[in-house]
């Protein structure tokens, strides 16, 4: 599990196990998002996903969606990561994560790139899924913003003569 800042797209805070059982791995993350204000959550729905979804059911936790892996989603999750880390938009990232980014290979055929025989991209890919989540999450706008964007509409919504306007009529 990943959670990234919105505004620089750096990790802020990660669980990483493969010795939990998926409840207990559940539990963490669902204390994790809490923490983050109820961080949306986007998780791989194969494999242990039907179970993860269950546990987020069963603790009420309702800011969620689940992304099916297959070869062409997994193509745009990479493609999306890769046009983030071009576009120089990715804010700090951990090292475990950026080693198995370096790692991993290009395929021969149009396949998603994939890790070495005998290595993980389990961090790769919960930092994709973090980075594509960010999607679907907005900035919050501090109280002086929302207030100048509402005087600003009310200002669009009467016509202005400009002429009088720069006399000062």
């Not at 923490?35 to 979804?53: M, P, R, S, V, W």
């Not at 980014?101 to 890790?115: D, E, F, G, T, V």
């Not at 200002?155 to 306007?165: D, S």
Request: charged share 20%; with cysteine; hydrophobic share 40%.
């Amino acid at each position: 599990a990943c959670v990234v800042n919105k505004l620089d797209n750096s990790v802020v805070a990660k669980i990483s196990s493969n010795k939990q059982s998926i409840h207990d791995f559940g539990i963490r993350v669902i204390e994790l998002a809490r923490k983050y204000n109820d961080a949306y959550i986007l998780f791989e729905q194969n494999n242990h996903g039907h179970g993860f979804e269950q546990l987020l059911l069963a603790n009420k936790y309702n800011n969620w969606s689940s992304f099916v892996t297959t070869q062409s989603s997994k193509i745009a999750l990479y493609e999306h990561l890769r046009t983030q880390i071009n576009q120089n938009t990715i804010g700090n990232i951990d090292t475990l994560t950026l080693t198995e980014l370096r790692m991993l290979q290009s395929s021969q055929s149009n396949n998603a790139p994939k890790h070495p025989d005998g290595m993980h991209d389990d961090q790769v890919i919960a930092f994709a899924l973090a980075i594509e989540a960010l999607k679907h999450v907005k900035v919050p706008i501090d109280p002086f913003t929302k207030q100048f964007m509402s005087w600003n509409k009310k200002q669009q919504a009467k016509p202005v003569n400009i002429l009088n306007a720069i006399r000062g009529r």
